[in-house]
């Protein structure tokens, strides 16, 4: 049973357009969401995260939005541009002990981004 | 600035053949993962740790073996290759201070069972 959801495979946008990529969850005990970016032959590399306290989180092009009540997530680039074409996974955590941190990351499968000049 | 270090990059082995894939990290990190990526599977967890001397089961442990004796290393454990076993494989690791931060990845290990 899949706890993180990327419906989308695949997505295609306009060079300075606005690029939105969906996630769903269903375990509601995650606190901790996570996006990365991957390239072909590359790991992936952490792009942005939100807390479960938060709804909103931005950092330059990238804001990430939390709706807790409906178990999902968004992630927002604007522009888009050719550099941002790559797979975005989403991923998720929770507190398993107070000073011990989060669990592994749970990972969606993935939705690849072509942004076209 | 080496962060995450998985060796060899590339690997064939033949069905049956034992192997063991290599990470090493050296930015003091507690927690260490292994994670397989499949076409359409996304990244599935197959061990982690949280520590030295501590390991645990992800989703996809079968045919995998794992150990932890020190901080920086978490090799993984092919015991009998099986061509279900072609993937790339990643090792991650993560920082130990606070509950919410994000994993560092290694560049992958393409594996090839034949």
């Known amino acids: 049973d899949q706890q993180v959801k990327q419906n989308s495979p695949s997505l295609s946008v306009q060079e300075g357009r606005i690029s939105i990529l969906n996630c769903d969850y269903t375990n509601s005990m995650f606190d901790y969401f996570l996006w990365y970016k991957k390239y072909p032959a590359e790991g992936p590399t952490f792009l942005i995260s939100?807390?479960?306290?938060?709804d909103k989180n931005e950092d330059g092009r990238f804001t990430v939005f939390l709706n807790k009540s409906a178990k999902h997530l968004s992630l927002h680039i604007v522009p888009s541009q050719p550099g941002d074409s790559a797979v975005y996974f989403c991923?998720?955590?929770?507190?398993?002990?107070?000073?011990?941190?989060?669990?592994?990351?749970?990972f969606g499968k993935g939705t690849r981004l072509s942004v076209i000049a | 600035n080496a962060g995450v270090t998985q060796t060899p990059k590339f690997q064939v082995l033949k069905t049956g053949q034992s192997m063991t894939l290599q990470c090493a990290q050296d930015m003091n990190h507690e927690y260490m993962s292994w994670y397989r990526q499949d076409p359409g599977m996304g990244l599935r967890l197959i061990h982690y740790s949280v520590g030295a001397g501590i390991t645990d089961q992800g989703e996809v442990p079968n045919g995998y073996n794992v150990s932890r004796s020190t901080t920086e290393d978490f090799p993984l454990r092919l015991l009998s290759a099986a061509p279900s076993q072609t993937s790339v494989y990643f090792c991650?690791?993560?920082?130990?201070?606070?509950?919410?931060?994000?994993?560092?990845f290694g560049q992958g290990t393409r594996l090839t069972v034949v």
């Open positions: 991650a690791s993560r920082t130990p201070g606070g509950p919410n931060t994000e994993a560092f």
């Open positions: 991923a998720a955590s929770l507190v398993l002990w107070a000073n011990s941190g989060n669990t592994p990351l749970v």
């Open positions: 939100i807390s479960s306290i938060k």
